[in-house]
T-cell receptor, first 111, second 117 residues
Framework: DTGVSQDPRHKITKRGQNVTFRCDPI?????LYWYRQTLGQGPEFLTY????????KSRLLSDRFSAERPKGSFSTLEIQRTEQGDSAMYLC?????????FGPGTRLTVL | AQKVTQAQTEISVVEKEDVTLDCVYE???????LFWYKQPPSGELVFLIR??????QNEISGRYSWNFQKSTSSFNFTITASQVVDSAVYFC??????????????FGSGTQLTVLP
């Protein structure tokens, strides 16, 4: 399978705990995006990498959120001190030029 | 700021009917890209089409067709002879262009299409 993969697919955590998600993009894609999708809504942009450089961050990305793409390949998204409002599907997408291809997402539930 | 509006929250049709999903967008950019994605019950977003703002030609791909009208800021999607497998949430999205390439997507809130047998 050469598509975008995300791990884990589901995560249940207690409020206040830290969580980390991983995204492996399509291998030849240099651009990587993180989005968040809540029930009944479209995905909302969080942040964007070109190779290892984080070029843009949304205002949605509070100080508790951090993303990295250390070698320009896989990326991690960490949420510190999770809150119930962080419960959502976290989507990763990659692209080489224009079309973004999405992974299956990580569904986070904060109790 | 960019905005995408999909006014139809839910649409239900009977198999073999044609159905059109509406999309209206707002942007200050003179060049941009428009997209449609499908999200089936499995949850993974599937890319369907990309359209450049300077190309207003309509496009047909099998049972799918897209009508882009810059004058009304609309990019509508029609499924001809719908099938049960078309049941999904469909998202319209907009991206500005940076150095000729698309950037992050602004999505609409989606239209839930249900095709009944």
């Amino acid at each position: 399978d050469t598509g975008v993969s995300q791990d884990p697919r589901h995560k249940i955590t207690k409020r206040g705990q830290n969580v980390t998600f991983r995204c492996d993009p399509i291998s030849e894609h240099n651009r990587l995006y993180w989005y968040r999708q809540t029930l009944g809504q479209g995905p909302e942009f969080l942040t964007y990498f070109q190779n290892e450089a984080q070029l843009e961050k949304s205002r949605l990305l509070s100080d508790r959120f951090s993303a990295e793409r250390p070698k320009g390949s896989f990326s991690t998204l960490e949420i510190q001190r999770t809150e119930q409002g962080d419960s959502a599907m976290y989507l990763c997408a990659s692209s080489s030029v224009n079309e973004q291809f999405f992974g299956p997402g990580t569904r986070l539930t904060v109790l | 700021a960019q905005k995408v509006t999909q006014a139809q929250t839910e649409i239900s049709v009977v198999e073999k009917e044609d159905v059109t999903l509406d999309c209206v967008y707002e942007t200050r950019d003179t060049t941009y890209y428009l997209f449609w994605y499908k999200q089936p019950p499995s949850g993974e977003l599937v890319f369907l089409i990309r359209r450049n703002s300077f190309d207003e030609q309509n496009e047909i791909s099998g049972r799918y067709s897209w009508n882009f009208q810059k004058s009304t800021s609309s990019f509508n999607f029609t499924i001809t002879a719908s099938q049960v497998v078309d049941s999904a949430v469909y998202f319209c999205a907009l991206s500005n262009r940076d150095s000729g390439s698309a950037r992050q997507l602004t999505f609409g809130s989606g239209t839930q299409l249900t095709v009944l047998p």
